[in-house]
């Protein structure tokens, strides 16, 4: 069985978000219904919108063969009143195979009673490099319907939307523009500034076309009855107008398409639902501290603009534009499909890495009215968790920066505008409306430090020496506020190249001296800075964080490794170390007489991290190798743990009973546990899991990180959880997004735009065995396919390359090169060819070897 192919209870908990990037979505549920509306620029889990629905009927010259609407049976057990929105009342289908495979939702519907096969595919183009077409505020639905029968049928399918508008007085009103026919759904005397203004439009291309304006307006279940007695007939539908909205209710329009089809025939339907909410504001200031909002005192409600109302006028352009352009969008999407999923990979891990590219199409993610990108770290039920594209948790997600490098460097341009302090300190949430201020917390030093390495990153994804230029010396600034007198937290007070002050992290407290994981960090980061010094010919600075970084790196391998792993130097009974910063209220445990929330001698899952950053940015060693392979497999050993249930969990439960997976930090025996020690310390944060999951592959321990990913996915089958939605502090959290760095540990991606190299070196692949990778970089996307003759073949799909070395990773002896078809010169190299002049690519890389 597939693990993309959902049947019957593994369809129980679905919700597929469809919708933009920072557009918000709308979710299909595992028996078809359209769920989570979540396009009021905000969180709605478990919303429905009245009645609406898509259905399908036949008939032929002796009438009515079947109506139903497109969902299927609940699965058992039912439990309570089923809401008749579900539209579960009405005849529907029995059964449908529930094919997910992200963007892309085929829902085959099963049921002997009706005259057809029908599926809907439900998508929005994801189209990498594409941003624009990639953010359209839309639902497309095409139905297929294939003729099983052996006479000709007259199929019919609809379109049901009730008026999704938020205001108190609402209208519909049917349309035609050329090819596209419509119903727009609008909002009645509201400013469209307002931010609760709002319009949708249900919109098809179908030539033969019938609808009703309006449902019959009647009391008690009036309207419902009317719709479904005229729909299932052989009448042709009649429109209905009413000349005026009626405050405080919605009216319901539907629009039907109708094909003849001949049997053994299939034809298409094509819908396209989109929404205008164009208003934002930050609704968020002022709510509870649940929402770990720690800008609560700044109030601004001042509206901006989402970035596809820029885009498109209303809905109606957004629809009008989404047919007219159906055929390349969808093939497009197809063809990152077929290049995504063609990948060579273990199951769980492709499943990992597509599943969680629905997180950039949820609430989580915002486009400012510029085209910048925003996030949350999740979301809550109808609240975002943690605001301001958080420094800690985003800089785990991997897929932006592959996918849309654009938005990547967005979110480099906003921190560097508008969270740096003048002092160099980043904050490590953005306020909105931008250009807000409101009351400072500490720089983050995982946030701070390895912003600065990701800015080395996608500076290398996209080689844009000019956009490095403008930001070095703030760059410059973020890195010397590590010793600057200016930070109170007093990082590296003696530019030592240690961490020794106070250090706020990504757990939400503060460890105290030096430590492996965030002095890792300080490392990465010091070297980040040489590499892009280097680069721009400052050889002044790239002395400096050389030297700095080569003294940080010798006292981390030499002092905060135990001999199994790496971990924190600090005596927890010492209260000066907490008092030295004014901390011993909140850090210093009297009872025990320790300091709180220390890792202290814990194996932590993080303590590498900054390694693994490394790794897939392309800088210098960190942790020494022998020393980190052994760190990865005492993390292995003490913190997987094979049944979850096993231990006692005092702090968020993300997995349970016999669900496994690695937790926060683990104790070994023999070693000083802090009474109350590191924070979360017995979660299993998914995010991490993958972080430690692909380091693990990396180095070739391939079958515990496999374990690990697998233990992961485990949790998301769809019986027991939603597979798009995976959780920490909130749902369709960003951290997740470390397991796009699978795809790059398995393919082992190299890549420098600047420098004209990329290449791959395939973790974990035999002599003589094929390999196959989706890869995307600034300046184009495609594949590469290794042959079992050692033959190696690069496609671009989409943009081009310009090389001066292609990395090919293995000991196979190359004796052609060809780029587009025409044989080049080349110089072989250990693992590698390289061109006398840089060339460019637009097709394909062809290498033969011997």
């Known amino acids: 069985m597939s693990t993309f192919t959902y049947y019957k209870d593994r369809q129980r908990t679905i919700s597929f978000p469809v919708g933009g990037l920072g557009t918000g979505s709308i979710g299909i549920a595992g028996n078809g219904c359209l769920i989570d509306w979540q396009v009021y620029n905000r969180p709605a889990m478990g919303t429905r919108n009245g009645y609406s629905h898509f259905a399908v009927k036949a008939q032929d010259e002796t009438g009515l063969l079947d109506a139903r609407v497109l969902v299927s049976d609940l699965e058992k057990p039912y439990m309570g009143q089923v809401d008749e929105k579900t539209m579960l009342g009405m005849p529907h289908f029995r059964e449908l195979v529930f094919e997910g495979r992200y963007p892309v939702a085929e829902l085959s519907f099963l049921d002997e009673r009706f005259p057809g096969k029908v599926t809907i595919r439900y998508y929005n183009p994801f189209i990498p490099l594409n941003d624009k077409d990639s953010s359209i505020p839309g639902l497309f639905a095409d139905l297929i319907v294939e003729n099983t029968t052996d006479h000709t049928i007259r199929y019919t399918a609809a379109g049901v939307v009730t008026n999704p508008n938020k205001g108190r ?200 009215e510029d085209g910048s990108f925003y996030g949350w770290e999740g979301c809550f039920d109808d609240v975002g968790s943690c ?31 508008y969270s740096q302090q003048k002092d160099g300190g980043l904050e490590f949430r953005l306020r909105l409306p931008l250009g807000s201020t409101g009351r400072r917390f500490h720089s983050c030093v995982d946030g701070q430090l390895g912003s600065v390495m990701l800015i080395y990153r996608d500076y290398k994804i996209s080689g844009d020496r000019q956009w490095l230029e403008g930001k070095w010396e703030k760059i410059k600034k973020a890195v010397a506020y590590a010793w600057s007198e200016e930070n109170t937290d007093a990082w590296d007070r003696k530019k030592q190249g240690v961490l020794d002050g106070r250090q706020h992290h990504t ?46 790196k010798e006292y981390l391998n030499r002092e905060l490794f135990n001999g199994e792993y790496f971990y924190q130097k600090i005596d927890v009974r010492d209260s000066s170390i907490a008092e030295r910063f004014q901390a011993g209220s909140d850090y210093w445990n009297e009872e025990k007489g320790q300091i709180k929330y220390q890792i202290a001698e814990g194996c932590g899952i993080d303590q590498l991290l900054a390694q693994w950053h490394a790794n897939l940015c392309g800088l210098p060693e960190i942790f020494e190798e022998e020393k980190a392979r052994t760190a990865l497999a005492s993390i292995f050993h003490y913190n997987y743990k094979p049944a979850l249930g096993d231990i006692y969990n005092p702090w968020r439960i993300f997995a349970i009973d016999e669900e496994s997976g690695v937790i926060m930090c683990e104790w070994p025996e023999g070693t000083d546990k802090p009474a109350i020690p590191l924070t979360y310390a017995q979660e299993c944060m998914d995010g991490m899991q993958y972080q430690v999951a692909s380091h693990m592959i990396q180095e070739g321990m391939t079958e515990q990180g496999e374990r690990i990913i697998k233990a992961v996915r485990e949790k998301y089958r769809g019986d027991n959880r939603n597979p798009w939605c995976e959780i920490e502090c909130g749902s369709y959290y960003a951290r997740s997004m470390a397991s796009y760095a699978l795809l790059l540990s398995y393919s082992g991606f190299i890549y420098d735009a600047a420098s004209g190299v990329m290449g791959f070196r395939p973790a974990g692949r035999k002599e003589k065995e094929g390999f196959s990778s989706f890869w995307s970089m600034g300046s184009g996307w495609g594949t590469v396919r290794y042959e079992k003759d050692g033959s190696v073949r690069l496609v671009i799909l989409h943009g081009s390359l310009m090389l001066k070395q292609f990395v090919y990773g293995t000991g196979e002896n190359v004796t052609s090169v060809s780029a587009d078809g025409e044989k080049t010169a080349f110089i072989r190299e250990k693992d590698a060819v390289s061109f006398p002049e840089e060339i460019r690519i637009e097709k394909s890389l062809e290498l033969k070897a011997d």
Not at 389 to 402: E, S
């Open 387 to 417: 605001e301001g594209t958080c420094t800690h948790v985003w800089n785990y997600a991997y897929a932006l920066p592959f996918l849309f490098p654009a938005l990547s460097r967005s979110i480099r341009d906003l921190e560097y505008t």
């Open 169 to 368: 007085c609402t209208s519909n009103h049917y349309f035609e523009d050329g090819r596209v026919k419509g119903i727009r759904f609008v909002t009645d005397g509201m400013d469209e500034k307002d931010v609760s203004y709002s319009d949708f439009t249900l919109a098809t291309d179908s030539e033969e076309v019938s609808y009703q304006e309006y449902w019959f307006r009647g009391n008690w279940r009036d309207h419902v009855e009317t719709y479904w007695r005229e729909f299932a007939s052989c009448k042709p539908l009649p429109n209905r107008h009413y000349e005026a909205g009626i405050a405080d209710y919605k009216d319901t329009g539907i629009l039907c398409a109708s094909q003849v089809i001949a049997p053994g025939e299939k034809k298409e339907f094509h819908y396209i639902l989109t929404w205008n909410v164009p208003n934002c504001s930050n609704y968020w200031s002022g709510l509870d501290i649940s929402t770990s909002n720690i800008h609560y005192d700044v109030c601004d409600r001042t509206p901006w603009k989402n970035y596809y109302a820029v885009l498109f006028q209303d809905s109606r352009a957004s629809a009008a534009y989404s047919l007219e352009n159906r055929p390349r969008l969808l093939a497009e999407t197809r063809e990152f499909m077929d290049a995504m999923y063609s990948t060579s990979i273990p199951e769980e891990a492709l499943d990992a890495v597509t599943a969680n590219l629905a997180i950039l199409r949820s609430p989580t993610c915002l486009r400012l």
């Open 507 to 552: 757990l939400d407290m503060e460890l105290f001296g030096p430590n492996a994981w965030l002095q890792g960090f300080y490392v990465g980061a010091l070297y980040a800075a040489a590499e892009m010094a280097s680069v721009l010919g400052d050889r002044e600075a790239e002395a400096e964080y050389g030297q700095l970084a080569e003294k940080g």
